[in-house]
Nanobody, 115 residues
Framework: QVHVVDSGGGLVQAGGSLRLSCAAS?????????MGWYRQAPGKQREFVGY???????DYRNSVKGRFTISRDNAKNTVYLQMNSLEPEDTAVYYC????????WGQGTQVTVSS
């Protein structure tokens, strides 16, 4: 059974940075097809943020390209989302996921960016 736990959210001023963590257990992250994040702002649908594939390729939604970076620490079985130059529009609950034939979701972590 794969389990993912996301953490690292908080309150930050616009222009600031946060790093989210997604710790997986039950399987090596290298054996997952992909891991990444979605986010959901109040009153909006959940939207894709970015992913990292098992081969290390990454991709991001256009609005975060150049500001957000996904990386992984294989020894810690953890994936990270480094968020720089945060904007109020980035305020949302961020959900980590891991996928193989199924999708496993974290519980979500709140990111609030004040203007």
């Amino acid at each position: 059974q794969v389990h993912v736990v996301d953490s690292g959210g908080g309150l930050v001023q616009a222009g600031g940075s946060l790093r989210l963590s997604c710790a997986a257990s039950g399987r090596s992250i290298l054996n997952m097809n992909s891991m990444g994040w979605y986010r959901q702002a109040p009153g909006k649908q959940r939207e894709f943020v970015g992913y990292i594939k098992s081969d290390g390729r990454t991709d991001y939604r256009n609005s975060v390209k150049g500001r957000f970076t996904i990386s992984r620490d294989n020894a810690k079985n953890t994936v990270y989302l480094q968020m720089n130059s945060l904007e109020p529009e980035d305020t949302a609950v961020y959900y980590c996921y891991a996928s193989d034939s199924l999708v496993y979701w974290g519980q979500g972590t709140q990111v609030t960016v004040s203007s």
